[in-house]
């Protein structure tokens, strides 16, 4: 697809290197419902336009990742490129959207629920939260929040998508948790894909935790197919979550990737560590026909902690990609993680974890574990986790596993009297709910461990 670029892109054709991203930035930009919000203050949507504008150019300097670049050679993006995208359809009004089965018990009054990247009021509900915590789409945010001092200013703005994100930002899913409140109640964000066409959607989170506080975040991205459409549609998901986690704060977050069968996903954890915090993050990927998640830690203060969980289960012809980085900048920093992958019949996992401890990180504790479930002999995983360390005093470790079911561990239980079909759902699901298991909301955790089951 090769779209011409429009005034408002410029007219120096020099900076457009690549014709396709030039082609869907061009579609993005223009359909950007930036505009039209309501309740945005004079100042802050003038801030918002310069920063859409500024991200607008790098994007165009810029070209789609392709096998050739390191951090990509094991993820193929021609697929995507094949696919010409429409977002000027009309998609189906969010107030008759029935998401009964998508809420959380534990969380029924603290949703927030975006649309194809835009706001639904109707669908949401945020009257179950305590004083000094705020969670609302920009137009609710007050203004004297220091929304610039936060908003697109994590390391890694300036990669592709990051910017492609930046550059159509339609609103932003914004959690504030003000200094030294506890927040008990789990926060929902919930971004579904409806439709009948190609469609980019452009999810946007900010999440802030102030001094002291402590929230628990749960973040969905699925489609909500329509039972009048026959087969799956093609869209595209391009997803920044940004998370600010200040002194002493905690934040618990749970990532879940559940979009259609023909669905591409693209998307960015950025998260940013102070001194003495804790983030913990469980990223579950089972949906879409290609899916992507970076996840990036920075560490900016001493004695942090950091814990990374992963799932992903596909099969078919699905390709997962699961990239993380931590950086450890400080002394006295530990992290923990876990990434477990089962993969069937042709589908492809990818998983690169780096975790970088320079001179200053002394008395770092870091482990890092990838393992792997085989269920075809046509799957395929690529794993490679990756220490760069030059510290002389840390405790550090990486690992990885691959393997398939164990014919003895299946004589076993038939042996108990288990079917052979039985047998190898019994070994996947306890694969699995090592990982389930350590999600802190028990409705999430019966939902996931049905799906693994079927």
């Not at 549609?233 to 259609?260: K, P, Q």
């Not at 899916?291 to 992963?310: D, F, I, K, M, Y």
């Not at 002394?331 to 996992?349: E, F, M, N, W, Y």
């Not at 482990?367 to 986790?385: F, G, H, I, M, Y």
């Amino acid at each position: 697809m090769s779209i011409q670029v429009s005034p408002s892109l410029g007219s120096d054709t020099l900076l457009d290197r690549d014709d396709y991203l030039t082609g869907l930035l061009k579609l993005i930009v223009e359909t950007s419902h930036l505009a039209s919000l309501q309740g945005i203050k004079d100042e802050t949507s003038a801030w918002l336009q310069e920063l859409s504008q500024s991200a607008t150019l790098w994007v165009r300097q810029s070209t789609l990742p392709t096998t050739r670049d390191e951090e990509w050679r094991n993820t193929d993006l021609s697929s995507l490129r094949q696919v010409q995208f429409d977002n000027n359809v009309e998609t189906r009004h969010s107030a008759s959207l029935d998401i009964t089965q998508l809420t959380l018990l534990e969380a029924v009054n603290s949703r927030l629920v975006f649309v194809n990247g835009v706001y639904a009021p109707d669908l949401s509900a945020v009257s179950g939260l305590p004083d000094g915590v705020i969670v609302s789409n920009l137009a609710g945010l007050p203004v004297e929040k220091r929304l610039g001092e936060y908003l697109a200013q994590a390391q890694g703005s300036t990669e592709v998508f990051t910017a492609l994100n930046t550059s159509g930002m339609s609103d932003v899913a914004v959690v504030w948790v003000a200094k030294n409140v506890v927040v008990e109640t789990p926060i929902h964000l919930l971004f579904i894909s409806i439709g009948e066409a190609a469609t980019v959607s452009l999810p946007r989170c900010l999440v802030v935790a102030e001094t002291g506080s402590s929230v628990i975040l749960v973040e969905e991205f699925l489609n909500r197919q329509d039972a009048k459409i026959a087969k799956e549609e093609v869209y595209f998901t391009n997803a920044v979550t940004e998370i600010w986690v200040e002194d002493n704060a905690r934040v618990s977050h749970t990532r879940i990737e559940l979009d259609g069968a023909e669905a591409f996903h693209i998307g960015k954890t950025a998260v940013n560590q102070a001194r003495y915090s804790s983030y913990t993050c469980h990223a579950v990927t089972l949906g879409a026909k290609l899916s992507r998640h970076n996840l990036e830690v920075w560490q900016a203060g001493e004695q942090t902690e950091t814990t990374l969980n992963g799932l992903t289960m596909i099969g078919g012809k699905q390709l997962a990609d699961t990239h993380s980085a931590i950086a450890l900048n400080f002394p006295h920093g530990t992290s923990r993680q876990l990434h477990k992958c089962i993969v069937g019949d042709r589908a492809h996992s990818v998983f690169n974890g780096k975790i970088f401890v320079p001179k200053p990180a002394q008395l770092t504790n870091a482990e890092q574990l990838n393992r792997n479930l085989l269920l075809s002999s046509k799957a395929r995983v690529d794993t490679k986790p990756q220490l760069e360390i030059t510290a002389d005093n840390v405790k550090c470790a990486h690992g990885a596993t691959v393997s398939q079911l164990e014919d003895d561990e299946i004589f076993y239980l038939r042996s108990r009297g288990i079917d052979d079909n039985a047998a190898r759902h019994l070994l996947i699901n306890a694969f699995a709910v090592e990982i389930i298991n350590q999600i802190p909301i028990s409705s999430l955790r019966e939902r996931l461990t049905q799906f693994v089951s079927r």
